[in-house]
């Protein structure tokens, strides 16, 4: 638990029943959180301060940021991988403020058909420069979105959204907010939206190529509400 200093170069693991890293602020730099079995944040929760150049990785629990749970603060430069649930929102990371900018989110997972953002989950916050990659939300009732992003409100900006699979937002799914300057290519959605699924808020001056549905319509872009623009 930090609230101030530097912590550098140190591995958390292992934890249970409690946030394994929490900054308050503070400054991790080239730290790992991994393997740990946690509420909100199970490996890193950001309520100020800033981590750089973490890898936070293989970290499980529920309901909200298996890998990284922000609320303000600053992730940068930082890997987040291999998170996993059965149940939550945001397998790898959960925002609901703070900035997320030059990380690679990939190989997050949840496992219930119900829930949403098995890379990343925002209600608020900047998400930027970032690379979404091969994340997944379980099948089952096709009521699961966003593979890559869900975008509940927040920014999204200049981020590669790319091979991630879900029912509906294969690769992003818009609810609220705005993503600006993306490009989401060969994602998969089982229902609609392959590349895009908008429900509400603005997509802006995005690229959207080689996606696909498997069982409806909508491979590239799906629109329900919202604005598109470019």
């Given at each position: 638990?930090?609230?101030?200093?530097?912590?550098?170069?140190?591995?958390?693991?292992?934890?249970?029943?409690?946030?394994?890293?929490?900054?308050?602020?503070?400054?991790?730099?080239?730290?790992r959180v991994?393997?740990?079995?946690?509420?909100?944040?199970?490996?890193?929760?950001?309520?100020?301060?800033?981590?750089?150049?973490c890898?936070?990785?293989?970290?499980?629990?529920?309901?909200?940021?298996?890998?990284?749970?922000?609320?303000?603060?600053?992730?940068?430069?930082?890997?987040?991988?291999?998170?996993?649930?059965?149940?939550?929102?945001?397998?790898?990371?959960?925002?609901?403020?703070?900035?997320?900018?030059?990380?690679?989110?990939?190989?997050?997972?949840?496992?219930?058909?119900?829930?949403?953002?098995?890379?990343?989950?925002?209600?608020?916050?900047?998400?930027?420069?970032?690379?979404?990659?091969?994340?997944?939300?379980?099948?089952?009732?096709?009521?699961?979105s966003?593979?890559g992003?869900?975008?509940?409100?927040?920014?999204?900006?200049?981020?590669?959204?790319?091979?991630?699979i879900?029912?509906?937002?294969g690769?992003?799914?818009?609810?609220?907010?705005?993503?600006?300057?993306c490009?989401s290519?060969?994602?998969?959605?089982?229902?609609?939206g392959?590349?895009?699924?908008v429900?509400?808020?603005?997509?802006?001056?995005?690229?959207?190529?080689?996606?696909?549905?498997?069982?409806?319509?909508?491979?590239?872009?799906?629109?329900?509400?919202?604005?598109?623009?470019?």
């Amino acid at each position: 638990y930090m609230t101030g200093g530097t912590l550098t170069n140190c591995v958390v693991t292992g934890c249970r029943n409690f946030r394994a890293l929490y900054i308050a602020p503070g400054t991790a730099t080239l730290c790992r959180v991994q393997r740990n079995s946690l509420g909100n944040g199970g490996g890193l929760q950001l309520a100020g301060g800033t981590a750089q150049g973490c890898t936070i990785s293989g970290n499980a629990g529920t309901p909200y940021g298996v890998g990284v749970y922000m609320s303000s603060g600053l992730l940068v430069d930082s890997l987040v991988t291999a998170n996993a649930s059965s149940d939550a929102y945001g397998a790898g990371i959960y925002m609901t403020g703070g900035t997320a900018s030059n990380c690679f989110v990939a190989s997050n997972s949840i496992a219930a058909w119900h829930q949403h953002g098995g890379g990343v989950y925002l209600t608020g916050g900047l998400l930027a420069n970032s690379t979404i990659a091969g994340n997944t939300v379980a099948a089952g009732k096709g009521s699961s979105s966003s593979g890559g992003v869900r975008a509940d409100g927040g920014t999204v900006r200049s981020c590669l959204v790319r091979g991630n699979i879900a029912d509906y937002g294969g690769g992003i799914y818009v609810n609220g907010g705005v993503v600006q300057n993306c490009v989401s290519r060969d994602n998969t959605a089982r229902q609609q939206g392959g590349g895009i699924y908008v429900n509400a808020g603005r997509v802006e001056y995005g690229t959207v190529a080689s996606n696909s549905v498997t069982a409806s319509v909508g491979g590239g872009l799906y629109q329900a509400g919202g604005y598109v623009t470019n």
